[in-house]
């Protein structure tokens, strides 16, 4: 079973760059969603998606796009990197019953220099 | 404003013992409060959660306990094993938002020592 498969896994930009995450999962889930981890921050929302051609903001949108032409395709896209997008990030899914439970790829650590 | 706090940042416990980990959250309107475990280099995996109609969930070793008048969370892991050092997350859901919307705290780093 693949789950929520994220790439890359590592990533080098310069500043200014763009490039995007790929996040895809085999689960049949309607909600798809990406975090980002910083040291001492926690998991923040950044973007989510309620199914396909539907997606919204979260915590920390600003510098990103999203787009969800499938219901297993979420890529998350950086217009023009910035050191303060240095992090971990997590895409993530859930069947959407009430208990929230997401589950998360292995994660994608980028670098901004 | 941070809504869910884990004010430990890191705990360090025996194996065998007792590991309590802490979170306290403001919003009373939230309705399921979630734990999730991180391995370096790893995604989070959910752990366990409570309903905010309960106080007590268990599971195996894991039980979460839920205090809705000090809005405090509290996981234990009894008995603790070396297996169990991780970075631990509470999560919580608000009752008026989309079910894929969590909010986590920052995390506390546990460290079991055999």
């Known amino acids: 079973n693949a789950g929520v498969t994220q790439t890359p896994k590592f990533q080098v930009l310069k500043t200014g760059q763009s490039m995007t995450l790929q996040c895809a999962q085999d689960?049949?889930?309607?909600?798809m969603s990406w975090y980002r981890q910083d040291p001492g921050m926690g998991l923040r929302l950044i973007h989510y998606?309620?199914?396909?051609?539907?997606?919204d903001q979260g915590e920390v949108p600003n510098g990103y796009n999203v787009s969800r032409s499938t219901t297993e395709d979420f890529p998350l896209r950086l217009l023009s990197a910035a050191p303060s997008q240095t992090s971990v990030y997590f895409c993530?899914?859930?069947?959407?019953?009430?208990?929230?439970?997401?589950?998360f790829g292995e994660g994608s650590r980028l670098t901004v220099l | 404003d941070q809504q869910v706090k884990q004010n430990s940042p890191s705990l360090s416990v025996q194996e065998g013992r007792i590991s309590i980990l802490n979170c306290d959250y403001t919003?009373?309107?939230?309705?399921?409060f979630l734990w999730y475990k991180k391995y370096p280099a790893e995604g989070p995996t959910f752990l366990i959660s409570?309903?905010?109609?309960?106080d007590k969930n268990e599971d195996g070793r894991f039980t979460v306990f839920l205090n809705k008048s000090a809005k405090h969370l509290s996981l234990h892991i009894v008995p603790s094993q070396p297996g169990d050092s991780a970075v631990y997350f509470c999560?919580?859901?608000?009752?008026?938002?989309?079910?894929?919307?969590?909010?986590f705290g920052k995390g506390t780093l546990l460290t079991v020592n055999p």
């Open positions: 993530a899914s859930t069947r959407g019953q009430i208990t929230g439970e997401l589950f």
């Open positions: 689960m049949n889930h309607e909600y």
């Open positions: 998606s309620v199914g396909a051609g539907i997606t």
């Open positions: 919003n009373s309107m939230f309705d399921y």
């Open positions: 409570i309903s905010s109609i309960k």
């Open positions: 999560a919580v859901h608000y009752s008026g938002g989309s079910n894929y919307k969590l909010t």
